[in-house]
């Protein structure tokens, strides 16, 4: 069991200095738990193991003991004994390593308890906050809120330059009230348009909608957010899973005002809140594919110019049809843009079990290995659910026609909002297991 840290970190440095993908059997869905070994061993661990067997917490240590040999000990010198983990990136070493809590009965609680703390998310929807079991789950279990659809352009801006709050400043204050941060997602996404931004046209229209909408959204909301998702989704590939061709994708944005719409919108965000943290956001980034060199690339071209971006988040939606990705793809993946100086977190995740194409086993070992590879870092500041149980996931709907109209049962809780056994392995990746 305790091996299964110190594979993952083994073969993320591995691949930080060029393996090639294969590795991990993650990206055909097909390798799944065998190559990924490592999550073997927590499978015996039962379900509610909530509380803590504390023996193992003291350290993700366990990667520390002894075999470091392999990930090249004397460069961790930095930190806390809980510094082991120098391989995980080739960042030069000296990386230090979160530590997980001695014991935790929620994933919120393990989250604010490791060193450092680590944010627990939840996709919240205001359908969602008119039954108590959904409120009651998603507070006791997360320490932070995205609204999954009420932030979005056409709910905040049905008609130009008239801004419709309501929707979300219930979700946002709720989330307050129970404690929890809230994240702004999305100001800049060619989805969820209002019919009258997708058709402006020409530069000028294009760059004043965005500067209103972003000013508009943000002072709202000023003293009560300070995250946001700057933009989301601006890269393409023919395929959904993140391969193939590699491009900006065409929306009203790109058209009107090619790449600089990017920059424009971080400037523009910088301009309106000079402490937030300004984020990108995409999906089938999480694997190492075509899509996620290239965002990778345009971020690091963003960085050098000093275009005033703060963190990247890689979406997770894992499963069909999107990418899949191993815990050691994702660990190296997340390496390498942290390396940019960037904050990383893990911002809608979901494992679609889309009819078995993805089995119970591999979904399982997802869950485990890709919580694990982001607790493990420093820089990855948060772990959201795109959702609190199955029936409501959005999958559900949104893959139906490729996953056979059964449901995805994608995510930590069932349709009674009771634990499944994902949840038991999230927590044990939170607790360092
Ligand atoms: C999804 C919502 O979950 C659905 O309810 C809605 O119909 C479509 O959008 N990437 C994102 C999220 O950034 O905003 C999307 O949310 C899922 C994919």
């Not at 956001?281 to 965002?295: F, G, H, M, Q, T």
Request: proline share 3%; hydrophobic share 35%.
């Amino acid at each position: 069991m305790r091996s299964a840290p110190l594979t993952l970190l083994l073969s993320a440095f591995l691949c930080a200095i060029g393996c090639s993908d294969g590795g991990d059997g993650g990206a055909g869905g097909t390798g799944g738990q065998g190559a990924t070994g490592g999550t073997g061993g927590a499978t015996g661990g039962t379900s509610t193991s909530a509380g803590g067997t504390s023996a193992s917490t003291s350290g993700t240590g366990s990667a520390t003991g002894g075999t470091s040999a392999s990930t090249g000990d004397a460069s961790s010198s930095t930190g806390d004994a809980s510094s082991s983990a120098s391989g995980t990136g080739g960042s030069g070493g000296g990386m230090a390593v979160r530590t997980p809590a001695a014991s935790a009965s929620t994933l919120r609680e393990a989250g604010e308890k490791a060193n450092p703390p680590i944010l627990i998310g939840a996709a919240i929807s205001g359908g969602g906050l008119n039954n108590g079991d959904y409120k009651r789950v998603a507070a006791a279990e997360h320490s932070y809120v995205t609204a999954e659809n009420e932030m979005k352009w056409d709910a905040l801006e049905p008609n130009p330059g008239q801004f419709s709050w309501g929707s979300a400043d219930n979700i946002v204050n709720w989330a307050r009230s129970n404690n929890m941060k809230v994240k702004g997602h999305t100001l800049v996404w060619h989805n969820q348009l209002p019919g009258w931004a997708n058709s402006l046209s020409g530069a000028t229209q294009v760059e004043q909608a965005i500067r209103r909408h972003i000013e508009n959204v943000m002072g709202h909301f000023k003293d009560r957010i300070d995250t946001w998702d700057v933009v989301n989704e601006a890269v393409i590939t023919d395929s959904d899973t993140g391969v193939g061709n590699p491009r900006m994708r065409p929306s009203v944005f790109f058209n009107a005002l090619g790449d600089r719409f990017l920059d424009l919108a971080f400037e523009i965000a910088r301009e309106q809140d000079p402490n937030a943290k300004l984020y990108y956001n995409d999906y089938s980034i999480d694997a190492l594919n075509d899509k996620a060199d290239y965002v990778y690339e345009m971020i690091k071209g963003m960085v050098e110019r000093g275009v005033p971006i703060d963190g990247v988040g890689f979406q997770m939606h894992i499963g069909p049809p999107n990418n899949e990705a191993g815990g050691a793809d994702v660990a190296a993946n997340l390496r390498r843009f942290a390396d940019l100086g960037l904050d990383v977190l893990i911002s809608e995740m979901d494992i679609n079990r889309c009819s078995n194409q993805v089995t119970a086993e591999e979904q399982l070992t997802y869950y485990h290995d890709i919580v694990e590879a982001c607790f493990l870092m420093p820089e990855c500041k948060a772990i959201t659910f795109w959702g609190i149980n199955d029936g409501r996931s959005w999958l559900n709907s949104w893959s139906g026609a490729l996953c056979n109209g059964q449901s995805s049962q994608s995510l930590l809780f069932n349709d009674q909002y009771q634990k499944k056994e994902t949840y038991n392995r999230v927590m044990d990746a939170l607790m360092g297991r």
